[in-house]
Structure formats: structure tokens, C-alpha cells
């Protein structure tokens, strides 16, 4: 079974547009909603209930699931929240198949294939906790809604795990199996293209609220525009070498997901790249050594 589960929160208007990308191939669709429609850091959330109404004439195949339950837990901080509610998410998907989980604010571009490539691995269902593994696909985060489009995070080499054979989360989505697998297939994430006010909710009670400055990197964003964008470089909240420049798409090529914006020959080149310098900086050349004599071997 292909099982796909999306976390409802404050941001559940974008589920309009996320949930029918996945709706024809998957087989079970979980939305988690905290009963007490509260953020993970305690403050109160607003549903509209045309959302539920939405759901129930949207879903004429029965695919879809609500899960209501507390989410918040005082003593935990957002990551933490954020962790715990995926673990409770995966046991109400149950057990078996493979676990897909979304963000509302993600939209997947080419969702079937993506849904192929996990059944042609069918195999590692058969005994999961044997041959446990993280799938990962290409992150691309729009920045900026603008006039016209959208500022993108250009040539990022960011990923996110999204699959699992064994859905036990220890950081957010994050399994932390020891094989993962990096796939050619792109999320675009609404992220920082939200309203003002969109944001400043996010950043106020979202994962990362405790990670970095968000406020002055909220007063930074609201500067960039499209006249300027370009001047900014190593642009991530709180990587910023993730993030190396912004680039223009526009608005119609986003919503009809046409991405020409990220290639998987150019992710693995600049993750080559990336690699050797780590390799030249981090390790000691006596090491260094014994590395290239074993891509050496290993190519023979």
C-alpha cells in the first residue's frame, strides 16, 4: 500500500492544492488534527470548517482518514511536538506498506512516478525492520510570492525524507535509517512564500521556532524584492551555505508544477563537489590517502 499522511495545522488552506497531486495513487490518506486545534507551541489554531466539508465531497473514493488527537505536550518544544505527532501519525496509518508523509504547505511533481519507484522496491516491504530505509527527494523552497511569481531557492541541495519502510521517526521526519536513498523527484515547498502575517505565525510556532533568530531573519526577507533579489547570497535562516542564490519563476509555471528548476545530474555534481571538499578540509591527508586508494580499488 502506498499510505500518505499530511500534518493539519495552521496552515490547512494549502491542503487544497497538495492533497489532490497525491489523491488518484495513493491508497490511504491520514490527516492529523489536534483535537484541541493547538500549535505545537501551545497557541490556539483556526480550522475553517469548510475544510472537513471539502474533504468529504473531494474524497469519492474513500481514501481519506481523520486523525484527532493532542499534539501538544508543554514540556516538549516544537521539534519535539513535531516528532511525536509523526510517531502517532505512522501507528494510525498502521502498520505495513509505505509510509509517505507531507507537509500541507508541499506539493509533489510527479506524484505516480514517485509511487512507482517505491513499488518497483517492493522487496524491502517484506521484511522492513531487516532492510530498514529513508527515501529522500529534491526540496525545492519558494522564498518570495512577488508580483508575477515566485523568488526560488536556486540550485539548492537541499533534500527531505519523505518515505519509509519503517516509520520511526527520531528528529521530525527524520528516521535516521541507516540507508537512505536519494531520488531525482522534486517537493516544492511553500515555505517563505506566504503573507506577512503568514509568517510571522510560522516562525512563531513552527519546528525551528528555537533554532535561529527568525524575527530578524523575517525583517531581512521583507526587504528582498525583485529588484535586488540578486544581490543576496547564503540566504538559509540557519544554514546559510544551503541556500546560495534566489531565482524568478513564474506564477503559472508553479501551479502547473512545469519545474525545469533543479536537475539531478547538477544535484549530484554540486554534492560531488561538496564531498570532496569536506574530504580536503575535515580530514587529514593520511586519511585522504587511504580514501583514494579505495576508489581506486573499488573502480577497478
Known sequence: MIKVGFLVSYDFKYLYQSIP??????????????????????????????????????????????????????????????????????KAMGEGGWHIQIDSDEYFNDFKSF?????????????????????????????????????????????????????KYKYMRATRHSKKIITKYILLHQSWARDDDEIYTKITNWSHRDDSDNLAFFEFWKKINLTNYKEFTNLHENDPTKWNSLGFIAEDE???????????????????????????EKLPVSLQNNIRDLFKKLIK
Open 21 to 90: 497531486l497525491v489523491y488518484n495513487d495513493a491508497d490511504l490518506i491520514v490527516l492529523a488534527v489536534d483535537k484541541e486545534r493547538l500549535t505545537w507551541s501551545g497557541n490556539p489554531l483556526v480550522i475553517d470548517p469548510d475544510f472537513f466539508e471539502w474533504v468529504q465531497k473531494f474524497d469519492v473514493l474513500k481514501k481519506i482518514v481523520i486523525y484527532e488527537d493532542s499534539f501538544f505536550v508543554p514540556e516538549n518544544t516544537p521539534a519535539q511536538n513535531d516528532t511525536r505527532e509523526r510517531n502517532l501519525l505512522a
Open 115 to 167: 509511487t512507482d519507484f517505491l513499488k518497483e522496491r517492493n522487496n524491502l516491504l517484506q521484511n522492513p525492520e531487516a532492510n530498514p530505509v529513508e527515501i529522500h527527494v529534491q526540496w525545492i523552497t519558494l522564498f518570495k510570492k512577488i508580483e508575477g511569481g515566485f523568488l526560488y531557492v536556486k540550485d539548492s541541495l537541499d533534500t527531505i525524507e519523505v518515505a519509509t519502510n519503517v516509520p
Open 254 to 280: 508553479i501551479y502547473s508544477l512545469k519545474l525545469t528548476i533543479s536537475t539531478f545530474d547538477l544535484f549530484k555534481l554540486k554534492l560531488k563537489k561538496k564531498l570532496i571538499q569536506f574530504i580536503r
